[in-house]
């Protein structure tokens, strides 16, 4: 019998430490909305809207104004699309991925041409795309994307294209897995998510035969076959996450494959506590001990260190900074600057507050565990904060901001094809006031604070049991400090660096 990655998956993966989930909130038996989700056309049904408003960006970012704030493109990505993503993932789940265009056209090319090769041993982890996710965070400051609707529209048609390569060469969904940097941050940001997909009960997978929900259903029509030569008519899970033995969103796209798959119903999207998951220790499907990755570790470091220079890059003192280092060293082009501005954020910075913590732990709980170890351990903590500091960036931008895609769709529909869509543009639609915004970042940031600092409290609990307060306390200031940092951030004025070096 030829063994698979899924058929590995369900022989390798124990179980981890989880609780019993009791009886839960189902989203897929309510009435409407469960029985749309139920239903197999429903993905390819939410893809196709943000499939065709993804062409309309891309016509406009080559065809359209020039300047951002008149243009679909670059104020739907960067407003918009960015905004409804953290706020969306905080109140229900991953939905962006579930909607997710990119897989549209790799759908329709799969129907002719069936990927050779698995992905490469060596990339199976989260390097790959941590580096992409720098990568995408250095051009949107160096080519000053929000500002440029035409390399917008360019990211976007390069997104397009490499989600159709890799997945064209490589089987399953190597690239929402390995290669795609939003699905990276859509995964660590969904474990704060209320929402998961789940089975509903466990007993029920413990005597099922098939495991349809990860090696996919099989035609049968030919019994004497091979069972596993047989083609598969509905797949199971691309991500090699085995229902019994998944444990929260991380590496989860909501394509609910999986819920299509079991034959016996017993896959659900269930209520959960948010955050809960990043404590959780143990083997997890498809993604083993996260406590034990470092490229986990790394990605989690990168989302929240991130989150503080993506929006320290927006306000005026980090322009005045730049200025002054371009005045001392002579730099008259702005990629060295930032490149060590990158590294001081990206590696010192963390390198030094993380290590920082875990001295300090070892020192208040006289642990063995090697200074690595416990920042392994206590990584996935950073997790809320980080989210807390994208969710008050990107919710400032776009609670402000909402309603100013009406007259830039109106205007659009003018100069494209002469249509008057409810008169002329209103230009005068914004969004909520700032004095409302405001307490609601704060609300966000402190949120975050909270999730970091349960998280912690919990994996402290769990990894030194007699010394949970020692352990806990150096986390608890790091993430004192990281909301501080934040908190002065969202306080500067904005300043667009778009005249940086220009004169
Ligand atoms: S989720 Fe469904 S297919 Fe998967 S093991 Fe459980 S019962 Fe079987
Ligand atoms: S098939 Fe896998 S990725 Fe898709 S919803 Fe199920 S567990 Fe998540």
């Known amino acids: 019998m030829t063994s698979t990655v899924q058929e590995q998956h369900v022989a390798r993966d124990r179980p981890p430490h989880r609780h019993a989930r009791p009886a839960s909130f189902d989203v897929l038996r309510l009435p409407w909305l ?66 997710c265009p990119f897989m549209l056209p790799r759908e329709l090319a799969r129907r002719w041409i069936a990927p050779r090769w698995e992905w490469p041993r060596a990339l199976r982890n989260k390097w790959l795309a941590i580096a992409l996710f720098v990568l995408v965070l250095f051009a949107y400051e160096w080519l000053d994307l929000w500002s440029n609707p035409l390399w917008t529209g360019m990211l976007i048609v390069t997104y397009f294209a490499a989600a159709l390569i890799v997945d064209s060469l490589f089987r399953r969904a190597s690239f929402c897995k390995y290669f795609c940097p939003v699905g990276q941050f859509n995964f660590l940001s969904s474990t704060l998510s209320p929402l998961e997909v789940a089975v509903r009960d466990k007993a029920v997978c413990d005597d099922c035969q098939t495991k349809d929900c990860i090696r996919g259903v099989r035609r049968s029509e030919n019994p004497s076959s091979e069972h596993y030569q047989l083609p598969i008519v509905q797949r199971g899970c691309e991500l090699a996450l085995f229902q019994p033995r998944k444990v929260g969103n991380l590496d989860c796209t909501f394509c609910l494959d999986c819920v299509y798959a079991c034959p016996h119903d017993n896959v659900g999207i269930l209520a959960r506590l948010p955050a809960e998951q990043l404590a959780t220790i143990g083997t997890r499907s498809g993604i083993g001990k996260v406590e034990r990755r470092f490229d986990f570790t790394v990605l989690a470091t990168i989302f929240t260190f991130g989150a503080l220079l993506n929006a320290f890059a927006m306000i005026s003192p980090v322009y005045a900074l730049e200025q002054s280092i371009a005045d ?164 500067q004025p904005m300043d667009m660096r778009g005249t940086f070096l220009g004169g």
Not at 35 to 48: V, Y
Not at 58 to 69: K, M, N, S, V
Not at 363 to 368: A, D, H, K, L
């Open 328 to 491: 001392f060293t002579g730099l008259r082009v702005e990629w060295p600057i930032l490149t060590g501005m990158f590294t001081v954020a990206l590696v010192l910075e963390p390198a030094i507050l993380l290590g920082a913590a875990a001295v300090a732990t070892r020192w208040c709980t006289g642990s063995q565990e090697s200074i690595l170890s416990i920042v392994n351990h206590f990584a996935r903590s950073l997790v809320p904060m980080g989210f807390g500091i994208w969710l008050a960036h990107y919710g400032f931008h776009f609670l402000t901001g909402f309603l100013t895609v009406v007259p830039v769709a109106q205007n659009a529909a003018l100069q494209s094809f002469g249509l008057p869509l409810l008169g002329e543009p209103l230009w005068q639609l914004g969004g909520l006031p700032e004095s409302i915004v405001f307490p609601m970042e704060v609300g966000f940031l402190s949120l975050g604070l909270l999730g970091s600092w349960l998280v912690a409290w919990s994996i402290a609990r769990n990894v030194m049991p007699r010394r949970t307060v020692n352990g806990f306390v150096p986390w608890a200031l790091l993430y004192l400090l990281l909301l501080t940092a934040a908190l002065w951030i969202m306080t």
């Open 34 to 99: 469960g029985r749309f989700l139920r239903w197999r056309g429903s993905r390819r049904t939410l893809q196709l809207p943000v499939f065709v408003l993804s062409l309309v960006m891309i016509a406009h970012a080559f065809w359209g104004p020039d300047l951002a704030p008149k243009n679909l493109a670059a104020l739907l990505t960067w407003v918009h699309f960015r905004g409804l993503v953290v706020l969306v993932i905080l109140l229900a789940g991953n939905l962006f991925c579930m909607a």
